[in-house]
Nanobody
Framework: QVRLVESGGGLVQAGGSLRLSCAAS????????MGWFRQAPGQAREFLAA????????SYADSVKGRFTISRDNAKNTAYLQMNSLKPDDTAVYYC?????????????????WGQGTQVTVSS
C-alpha cells in the first residue's frame, strides 16, 4: 500500500506560479509511476501529467503542455508539479496519483493510489 499526501496549493493571481508536492510513504516509492489529476467543481477528473518510476519518461495533457512540469526526487520520496502561467480555468482540486503500470496513470478508473487533494484557486 502507498500513501500519498499533496501540499503546496493555494490562491494565486492569473499568470502566477505554484509548485505542488506529493509526499509518498509505504511501498518503495521508486518502483511506482506517478501522476497528477485535477477536478474542477461539477467537472470530471482530468488527467494532467505522468512520470515514469525512473523519471525519464513524462506525459502531459494538451491543456497544460508547456506550462506545467512534472518531476520527482526518489531520494526524498516526493513528486512535484510545477505550474506556471496559471489561468482561472486551472482552478481545481489537484490530486497526486501512483500506479505500478504507467499506462494506468492516464485513466482515473485504473489508478491504484490517490492523494487527498490540494486546492488551487487562480483569480483574474
Amino acid at each position: 500500500q502507498v500513501r500519498l499526501v499533496e501540499s503546496g496549493g493555494g490562491l494565486v493571481q492569473a499568470g502566477g506560479s505554484l509548485r505542488l508536492s506529493c509526499a509518498a510513504s509505504g511501498r518503495t516509492f521508486s518502483g511506482y509511476h506517478m501522476g497528477w489529476f485535477r477536478q474542477a467543481p461539477g467537472q470530471a477528473r482530468e488527467f494532467l501529467a505522468a512520470i515514469s518510476s525512473n523519471g525519464i519518461t513524462t506525459s502531459y495533457a494538451d491543456s497544460v503542455k508547456g506550462r506545467f512540469t512534472i518531476s520527482r526526487d526518489n531520494a526524498k520520496n516526493t513528486a512535484y508539479l510545477q505550474m506556471n502561467s496559471l489561468k482561472p480555468d486551472d482552478t481545481a482540486v489537484y490530486y497526486c496519483t501512483g500506479d505500478p503500470y504507467y499506462s494506468d496513470l492516464k485513466m482515473a478508473g485504473r489508478v491504484d493510489y490517490w492523494g487527498q487533494g490540494t486546492q488551487v484557486t487562480v483569480s483574474s
